[in-house]
């Protein structure tokens, strides 16, 4: 199995912006979405910090981080509910994204 991230490198920081909208974001990926921020910058000529670029080259609207946070919500709870087991902000994330912005 191929990594998710082997021939979309950008869809990783679009993971983590999910995964931030909805307080999820661990602290490594955190520090490693920020240490990249020149990168991104120079690479997508945008300018901002890491979830700012990302934002701006999904084109993502200013009230999509609160929206994903109610889908979240009543997500999780229906999950937790059907599967006794709590979800998994990281499997969210990923189909989230997969089913919404076809895997950036």
């Known amino acids: 199995m191929s990594d ?13 912006w999910v995964l931030n909208a909805i307080g999820a974001l661990d602290e490594p990926t955190r520090a490693y ?6 990168q991104l910058r120079q690479s997508l000529g945008k300018t901002g910090s890491w979830d700012a670029i990302v934002a701006q080259q999904m084109n993502f609207p200013p009230e999509l981080p609160e929206q994903i946070r109610r ?3 009543d997500g999780q709870a229906k999950f937790e509910q059907a599967n006794g087991r709590p979800a998994d902000p990281v499997q969210f994330a990923m189909i989230f994204v997969d089913r919404n912005f076809g895997r950036a």
């Open 4 to 16: 998710r991230y082997d021939d979309k490198p950008f869809l990783r920081y679009v993971d983590a």
């Open 33 to 38: 979405c920020v240490a990249m921020e020149p």
């Open 71 to 73: 889908i979240w919500a």
